[in-house]
Nanobody, 125 residues
Framework: QVQLVESGGGLVQTGGSLRLSCAASGRTQDMAWFRQAPGKEREFVAAINWGSSTTLYADSVKTRFGIARDNAKNTMDLQMDALKPEDTAVYYC?????????????????????WGQGTQVTVSS
C-alpha cells in the first residue's frame, strides 16, 4: 500500500509561482501530477519515471512547469511558474506503485493505482 500526501497549494496572482510537493510512503516507480477544475474532467499535467530519465508535460504547461523527484526522500515536486487563472484546480499526486508504466501510458489516469487527496491551487486574475 502506498500513501501520498500533497502540499504547497494556495492562492496566487496571475504570473506568480507555487511549488507543490508530494510525499510518498512505499514504492513509487512512476509518478505524475493531474489536476481537476470544477465541472471538468481530471487532466494530466506532468509525469516522471523512477530514474527521472523520462519527463512528460501537458502542452498547456510544458514551458511553465517543472517536475522533479528525490528518490532518497521519496518525494516529487512540481514547480509552477507564470501561473494563469486557467491553472486553477485541485492538483493530485499519483503513482503506479511498484509497477512500471509504458511511456505511452504515462499521461493516462487509469494507469496510476495510488492517489493523494489533492491540494487546491487558485490563481486570481
Amino acid at each position: 500500500q502506498v500513501q501520498l500526501v500533497e502540499s504547497g497549494g494556495g492562492l496566487v496572482q496571475t504570473g506568480g509561482s507555487l511549488r507543490l510537493s508530494c510525499a510518498a510512503s512505499g514504492r513509487t516507480q512512476d509518478m505524475a501530477w493531474f489536476r481537476q477544475a470544477p465541472g471538468k474532467e481530471r487532466e494530466f499535467v506532468a509525469a516522471i519515471n523512477w530514474g527521472s530519465s523520462t519527463t512528460l508535460y501537458a502542452d498547456s504547461v510544458k514551458t511553465r512547469f517543472g517536475i522533479a523527484r528525490d528518490n532518497a526522500k521519496n518525494t516529487m515536486d512540481l514547480q509552477m511558474d507564470a501561473l494563469k487563472p486557467e491553472d486553477t484546480a485541485v492538483y493530485y499526486c499519483a503513482t503506479s506503485g511498484s509497477s512500471r508504466i509504458a511511456t505511452s501510458g504515462l499521461r493516462l489516469a487509469r494507469m496510476y493505482r495510488y492517489w493523494g487527496q489533492g491540494t487546491q491551487v487558485t490563481v486570481s486574475s
